[in-house]
């Protein structure tokens, strides 16, 4: 014990030999401060409150964070920390959305280490980069149908749910054989994957629900556990729709896009913005009454019966044409 502070028998041998001793070998204060991938992880582990998904959110948000302030102890971090890391950020290419989730978990983190004041909340040194805001243009019923001709068929019935639903592009991981109902025609949204933390039924039109039912086989055959969606995956969709949108030479847009389409199609059909936010999902009211007053696409919807006898007609394939998956 030097002045009040353990010492190895490493660094006591150096002190008796009179030389310096490494102060590396000092052992650790026993009341130091843990390091910032220490609460991390612990905060993470004491989310039992929130869904898969958001765990993910969580996990990847961090992930920004921890290769710069990971191994800094959680009460040596300040505003200017939190602002270098924001620049270094920016720098890479992130986007503000993309900072802004970080910037808010590393404030969770610190807060449940009890920091305070959080320097993630350092309302003088922590900013946001500027970026102009994006204007969405929701793709028209032309360019989806161009897109929906070079996916592989697995991959189409997909594209004309989302945007049929408008539902977000996770739900084509998180549906289940069980979810559809297939007496009234409609697929459940359940409660644990939806951001409102509430089921929502959406009722599909027949010329939909038909090649769904087809695609499931008979009844006493179905694995209720089973993805509705088998060998599709949200991520391989985005980019096989970005694949085919630069191919068929249409305006790129996302899976997320088709959301958009959705919105702005329910709004042009004289739909309230409240029957709106109930149909999508949508957590508040003002959000999406703010964001599509102004957001229009061609007013158009695709002509599903067409598509999909064609594709009947063509056994899948559509002669002369790539496919992306």
């Known amino acids: 014990m030097l002045a009040g502070v353990p010492v190895s028998a490493e660094a006591v041998a150096e002190l008796a030999s009179l030389r310096v001793p490494d102060l590396s070998l000092l052992d650790e204060r026993p009341n130091a401060a843990p390091t910032l991938r220490t609460v991390a992880e612990q905060w993470k582990a004491a989310r039992v409150d929130v869904s898969e998904g958001t765990r993910v959110l969580h996990r990847v948000a961090l992930d920004r964070v921890l290769p710069a302030l990971g191994d800094r102890t959680v009460d040596s971090l300040t505003g200017d920390d939190v602002a270098a890391l924001i620049?270094?950020?920016?720098?890479?290419?992130?986007?503000?959305?993309?900072?802004?989730?970080?910037?808010?978990?590393?404030?969770?983190?610190?807060?449940?280490?009890?920091?305070?004041?959080?320097?993630?909340?350092?309302?003088?040194?922590?900013?946001?980069?500027?970026?102009?805001?994006?204007?969405?243009?929701?793709?028209?019923?032309?360019?989806?149908?161009?897109?929906?001709?070079?996916?592989?068929?697995?991959?189409?019935?997909?594209?004309?749910?989302?945007?049929?639903?408008?539902?977000?592009?996770a739900s084509v991981d998180t549906l289940r054989v069980g979810d559809y109902d297939e007496r009234d025609r409609r697929i459940r949204l359940r409660a644990s994957t939806t951001k409102t933390r509430q089921a929502l039924w959406v009722e599909l039109p027949d010329v939909l629900a038909d090649p769904l039912e087809a695609s499931l086989g008979p009844r006493e055959d179905r694995d209720t556990d089973a993805p509705l969606f088998p060998g599709v995956s949200a991520d391989r969709l985005r980019t096989a729709i970005a694949r085919a949108c630069k191919a068929s030479g249409v305006p790129v847009f996302s899976a997320h896009d088709l959301r958009h389409r959705r919105i702005s199609l329910l709004h042009r059909q004289?739909?309230?913005?409240?029957?709106?936010?109930?149909?999508?999902?949508?957590?508040?009211?003002?959000?999406?009454?703010?964001?599509?007053?102004?957001?229009?696409?061609?007013?158009?919807?695709?002509?599903?019966?067409?598509?999909?006898?064609?594709?009947?007609?063509?056994?899948?394939?559509?002669?002369?044409?790539?496919?992306?998956?």
């Open 87 to 169: 620049e270094t950020l920016s720098a890479a290419g992130k986007k503000r959305e993309t900072i802004r989730k970080s910037v808010k978990y590393l404030a969770a983190v610190l807060d449940f280490a009890g920091v305070d004041p959080n320097p993630a909340r350092d309302k003088q040194r922590v900013r946001l980069p500027y970026e102009e805001q994006e204007e969405m243009n929701p793709p028209t019923a032309v360019h989806v149908e161009a897109v929906y001709r070079l996916l592989v068929p697995a991959y189409r019935l997909p594209l004309l749910w989302l945007d049929w639903s408008g539902a977000r592009v």
């Open 270 to 325: 004289g739909r309230s913005w409240a029957e709106i936010a109930r149909f999508v999902g949508q957590r508040k009211l003002s959000i999406t009454a703010d964001t599509y007053s102004h957001v229009m696409s061609d007013g158009q919807e695709l002509e599903y019966a067409s598509l999909l006898l064609a594709d009947t007609r063509s056994g899948g394939d559509f002669v002369g044409l790539p496919t992306f998956a």
